[in-house]
């Protein structure tokens, strides 16, 4: 079955990019009508949506981490990748990538990888 | 701040029923989803597309929604139900995806 693995530093020195990828297996990330996305869960606090991305390369961000927000496709490698900006102690979370569906008015996020916990620390 | 409100805490006895709602105006025109997460774990899907449970969920797991409000509900509530579960819809725009504040579900 399809399963996603997060990989990147766990450790990010404010005002740098965090840089993390998601590895999709078990099917091919650019299966017509496939889209993926990021989520992100400070520690103790709820799930905030970053951004999601057809495998075309259309991309859909958050508004509030739009202009630091990049996520991109690499179909050859089944990857896609996060790309965030200037990172502040904010920033620390625990960051998600799933198999994003939308269909009927209904959206859903199934599945999710396990999560990789990024801090932002000197 | 998120734009789908949650309760933050319910309790439900051993075998009993709980309704977790979840409230925001885009609900009136978008379906909610809903995601169960256990401590330290990775959410996963309870119900999609207003009710529809993925295999493996059980079905003493249902979603209904009325006006601005959404609801999950577990009848007959197992130990293993106890975890944080969280709604899913569009912002108000339609445009954008928030998650909902999410609800802390003890079972007693």
């Known amino acids: 079955q399809l399963q996603l693995q997060e990989s990147g530093p766990g450790l990010v020195k404010p005002s740098e990019t965090l840089s993390l990828t998601c590895t999709v297996s078990?099917?091919?990330?650019?299966?017509?009508?496939?889209?993926w996305g990021w989520i992100r869960q400070p520690p103790g606090k709820g799930l905030e949506w970053i951004g999601t991305i057809y495998y075309t390369g259309t991309t859909y961000y958050n508004p509030s981490l739009k202009s630091r927000v990049t996520i991109s496709v690499d179909t050859p490698k089944n990857q896609f990748s996060l790309k965030l900006s200037s990172v502040t102690a904010a920033d620390t979370a625990v960051y998600y990538c799933a198999k994003y569906t939308t269909s009927g008015g209904g959206d859903w996020f199934d599945p999710w990888g396990q999560g990789t916990l990024v801090t932002v620390s000197s | 701040s998120s734009e789908l409100t949650q309760d933050p805490a319910v309790s439900v006895a051993l075998g009993q029923t709980v309704r977790i709602t979840c409230q925001g105006d885009?609900?009136?025109?978008?379906?909610a989803t809903w995601y169960q997460q256990r401590p330290g774990q990775a959410p996963i899907l309870v119900i999609y597309?207003?009710?529809n449970r993925p295999s493996g969920i059980p079905d003493r797991f249902s979603g209904s929604s009325s006006g601005n409000t959404a609801s999950l509900t577990i009848t007959g509530a197992q130990a293993e139900d106890e975890a944080d579960y969280y709604c899913n819809s569009r912002d108000s725009s339609g445009n954008y995806l928030v998650f909902g504040t999410g609800t802390k579900v003890t079972v007693l």
């Open positions: 078990g099917g091919s990330i650019s299966s017509s009508g496939s889209y």
């Open positions: 597309a207003k009710n």
């Open positions: 885009s609900l009136r025109s978008y379906y």
